[in-house]
Every structure is written in structure tokens, then in C-alpha cells.
């Protein structure tokens, strides 16, 4: 099974930007459409984002549309997150994970493999 190691998080003031990456490791990360969910104290998992397996086509919540920006470089075999404009309410541990469907999908159940997180804090 693939492995999924999470890194970049850390504390941010509100306004500022984080790039959290995904590296994956006992499989080539091609083979999967990629998300990233997260996760805030005493609340669901959500989606934040997804992307295709060739980086093309990609699925945002609407609450980081225009903020946060999904890529990948399959041939480091990584996934990332560019989180710019900041906001406290985007306090969570962030994930990412695998699927096997075939476009970027949005809902949970669709991802199989995950990492272990990353905490993201953002001060006001």
C-alpha cells in the first residue's frame, strides 16, 4: 500500500501563505487522483482539495477557491498545497490521501490511503 507523509505545516499569522507537501512512498502517486481534506477541532473531516492524475483538472471547496492552489509533480512523486491569504478558520490538521476514481473527486469515502497530518494554525 502507499504511504503518505504529510509535512509544512506550522503556525502562520492570518494574511500570510504555507506550501504543505504530500510525499508518497510504495507506490508511483500517478496511479492516483489526490486530495487534501482537513480536519478542525470537534468537527468533520472536509474537503479542501483535489487533483487529477495528470495535474490538469482540479476540485476546490468553495471556501479556499481563489486562496489555495492543489499541484503535483509526479516525478517527485509529491503532492502539494499552496495556501496563500490565510484565515484563522483555516485551523486544522490537513491531509492528504488517495483514490482510485477517476476524476477529482470531492467526497471522502472516495479516498483510500491517508497520511498521517500536518497541523496548519493561523492567529488572527
Known amino acids: 500500500q502507499v504511504q503518505l507523509v504529510e509535512s509544512g505545516g506550522g503556525l502562520v499569522q492570518a494574511g500570510g501563505s504555507l506550501r504543505l507537501s504530500c510525499a508518497a512512498s510504495?507506490?508511483?502517486?500517478?496511479?492516483?487522483?489526490m486530495g487534501w481534506f482537513r480536519q478542525a477541532p470537534g468537527k468533520e473531516r472536509e474537503f479542501v482539495a483535489a487533483?487529477?492524475?495528470?495535474?490538469?483538472?482540479?476540485n476546490y471547496a468553495n471556501s479556499v477557491k481563489g486562496r489555495f492552489t492543489i499541484s503535483r509533480d509526479n516525478a517527485k512523486n509529491t503532492v502539494f498545497l499552496q495556501m496563500n491569504s490565510l484565515k484563522p478558520e483555516d485551523t486544522a490538521v490537513y491531509y492528504c490521501?488517495?483514490?482510485?476514481?477517476?476524476?477529482?473527486?470531492?467526497?471522502?469515502?472516495?479516498?483510500?490511503?491517508w497520511g498521517q497530518g500536518t497541523q496548519v494554525t493561523v492567529s488572527s
Open positions: 487533483v487529477s492524475r495528470n495535474g490538469q483538472n482540479t
Open positions: 510504495g507506490r508511483t502517486l500517478s496511479y492516483f487522483v
Open positions: 490521501a488517495t483514490s482510485l476514481q477517476f476524476t477529482p473527486v470531492i467526497t471522502m469515502s472516495a479516498y483510500d490511503y
